[in-house]
């Protein structure tokens, strides 16, 4: 993995709410086909990188490169046809509820793949059976419990063979069975279609399972980028107290910004 | 990649190979490969994927494709000689390739569906009878029994639907007033009697349109909001949060609403009466040429009070419906964002239609009755 190849590169990224500072110079790379595991306290700003990764928040300062090219440069085209091929799973789902879980997952093939009716069914039968729903495409996504939300819209980021994948805590709220066939295939998945994921989680079962490099932050600030052997042998205090789970004084001493 | 495809045809078996990727003009041949075989009487088709060197999802609908069209015509189509990442990906898809159940959906006869439709309806009249009474009894029986109103809730929602309602019900009813006034002048010009456009224009107000114009306008403010409110609290389970701190839904939410708009709706009705005849006034003095005095006497005189009280006591009544309906449509909301937009369509929708059909009721009443 040389450093030319960044796939993404993040430079400098500062991010606000308001006057709130959340992202502050944030900097790093992430190397084609590998798992980068973001991690860190709640309300540490890891869905915000997420989204600012996303484009869906304009960075303060700083800029965000796919492939050596700044999103900030790009028009709607260009930048549309650059998510086409990102898939996002976003925390609670963001399923579409006038949709049934079948026209979920098929959204983007419908609106973009020019398939026909017969090959969407298909592949949107077999998406949603690997993540163990194959039999509940006709339901809708009020009548789904929150673990089968989270499938689905896990279902409906891979639909289209994405090359990158952002994972908004997948396995959070899952029972441990599920959760561990959520890894696995998201272990499969990268390697047999060489993916790239980008994954928020603070499961520390599931990072040791996915992780190939981990990225913690803290307060707005990157404390820790590198392998999860690095991670764990780390000699920061914060890094250190992530893995060994040992509570903070108060809980309200971190200041926690959401 | 071109020429990925490879037909060979024996009598019982029958090979097809594929190379390279994929990609859709090789599903679509793969597809028409496999029924060819199989329409020349072949019992067997193998799929060879000994040189493929990539499989992506969308290559794999295709050998799904090819491999069910094959059962369905009576031939068994296998797939074979895959390796390393496109044998991987074969066993992650291996449940896709078997022909899923057809879910299908229970279809109801003409009496079942008439049948569902009646007890859809009987059920929803016990809920709202249910509603009625339990806002009866948060709004009026138990603060004197001593369990207390939300004083707090309730200025907020007479602010909210009273006060901030003031002005825009003022504008309309005076330019209502207006168009009244010069609808029936041009009428009346006919037999010389313009200046019982002022009695028409109080009575008008003071009997209809004064209570139904504020109906109709608090039902689009007010009742909208309530629905649409708690439509989206029902909807992101804030409700069942209540219930589940033990919170009583229709003494925390309801009653504060039905106490506020039954305060909020007689005054607005005033309001907008004043307003209207004061529409009526402006068209009189500064278009007909009647002095204040002619007009006001003229008013005065038409006027009664038991016209008023028909107006009060009519919007007494729909600020019952406007609020019954907007609560019951938030709290019966189903599904998600398209849930919390049909609720208050549906709820300002049964408002106008219950208040034109209560008007009429009254109408009917004092025409015969008195």
């Known amino acids: 993995m040389n450093e030319e190849a960044a796939i993404i590169e993040v430079r400098d990224l500062v991010g606000r709410y308001g006057d709130r500072l959340i992202l502050d110079r944030i900097s790093f790379k992430v190397h084609p086909g590998e798992i980068l595991v973001v991690l860190g306290a709640s309300g540490c700003g890891k869905t915000t990188l997420l989204k600012y990764m996303l484009g869906l928040l304009k960075p303060a300062s700083g800029s965000i490169l796919y492939r050596g090219r700044d999103i900030s440069e790009m028009d709607e085209e260009e930048f549309g046809k650059l998510l086409r091929r990102v898939g996002v799973s976003f925390q609670s789902g963001a399923l579409f509820n006038s949709m049934s879980v079948a026209e979920n997952v098929g959204l983007q093939m419908e609106e973009y793949g020019q398939m026909d009716r017969d090959l969407i069914d298909i592949l949107v039968r077999m998406k949603l059976s690997l993540v163990g729903l194959g039999e509940y495409g006709y339901l809708m996504p009020a009548e789904l419990s929150g673990g089968m939300?989270?499938?689905?819209?896990?279902?409906r980021a891979i639909a289209m063979d994405p090359e990158i994948v952002f994972f908004d805590e997948p396995s959070a709220g899952l029972d441990p069975i599920t959760a561990a066939g959520l890894d696995k295939l998201i272990l499969d998945i990268r390697r047999l279609l060489e993916v790239t994921m980008i994954v928020v989680t603070h499961e520390l079962l599931s990072i040791q399972a996915v992780a190939n490099r981990v990225l913690m932050l803290d307060r707005g600030r990157i404390i820790f980028i590198g392998t999860i052997e690095e991670a764990e042998k780390s000699s920061n205090p914060r890094v250190r107290q992530?893995?060994?789970?040992?509570?903070?004084?108060t809980i309200a001493a971190q200041d926690i910004t959401v | 990649m071109n020429n990925s495809l490879e037909g060979k045809k024996s009598k019982s078996a029958s090979r097809v190979s594929l190379s390279g990727a994929i990609s859709d003009r090789d599903g679509a041949r793969l597809l028409e490969e496999v029924s060819e075989i199989v329409s020349s009487g072949a019992k067997e088709v193998v799929i060879d994927l000994g040189n493929l060197e990539r499989l992506d999802s969308r290559g794999g609908a295709w050998l799904v494709?090819?491999?069910?069209?094959?059962?369905?015509?009576?031939?068994?189509?296998?797939?074979?000689g895959a390796k390393g990442e496109v044998a991987g990906f074969i066993e992650l898809i291996r449940s896709s390739f078997e022909?899923?159940?057809a879910h299908e959906p229970f279809r109801r006869g003409l009496f079942e569906s008439l049948g569902e439709k009646g007890i859809s309806v009987w059920k929803e009249f016990i809920d709202v009878c249910r509603l009625i009474v339990d806002s009866v009894y948060w709004c009026f029986i138990a603060p004197v029994e001593g369990r207390g109103i939300r004083w707090k809730g309730l200025l907020t929602e007479l602010y909210e639907m009273g006060s901030r309602a003031v002005g825009i019900i003022c504008l309309l009813n005076f330019l209502m007033g207006l168009v009244i006034a010069m609808l029936s002048a041009a009428q009346m010009r006919l037999f010389g009697v313009e200046i019982l456009v002022a009695s028409l224009v109080v009575i008008g107000f003071a009997r209809e349109l004064a209570a139904v114009m504020t109906g109709v306008m608090v039902s689009a403010r007010t009742g909208s909001a309530i629905a649409s409110e708690l439509a989206t609290m029902t909807v992101s389970e804030e409700i069942d949060a209540l219930r589940g701190m033990g919170i009583n839904v229709t003494r925390f939410l309801i009653a504060?609403?039905?106490?506020?708009?039954?305060?909020?709706?007689?005054?607005?009705?005033?309001?907008a009466f004043v307003t209207g005849v004061a529409g009526g006034f402006a068209l009189g003095i500064f278009s007909l040429g009647f002095t204040f005095d002619r007009w006001w006497t003229q008013t005065v005189q038409a006027l009664t009070l038991g016209d008023l009280g028909q107006g009060l006591i009519k919007s007494f009544f729909f600020a019952m419906i406007i609020v019954m309906v907007g609560c019951h449509n938030g709290l019966r909301v189903t599904g998600g964002a398209r849930g919390v937009g049909l609720a208050t369509t549906r709820s300002v929708v049964m408002d106008i239609f219950f208040i034109i059909v209560a008007d009429m009721v009254f109408a009917t009443f004092f025409y015969f009755f008195t």
Do not use: H, N, Y
């Open chain 2, 65 to 80: 494709r090819a491999v069910r069209q094959g059962a369905a015509a009576g031939a068994a189509v296998s797939l074979a």
């Open chain 1, 242 to 249: 992530f893995f060994d789970r040992r509570p903070d004084k």
């Open chain 1, 149 to 155: 939300k989270k499938r689905v819209g896990f279902a």
């Open chain 2, 256 to 271: 504060p609403k039905v106490l506020s708009i039954m305060i909020a709706m007689p005054i607005l009705t005033m309001f």
């Open chain 2, 99 to 101: 022909e899923p159940p």
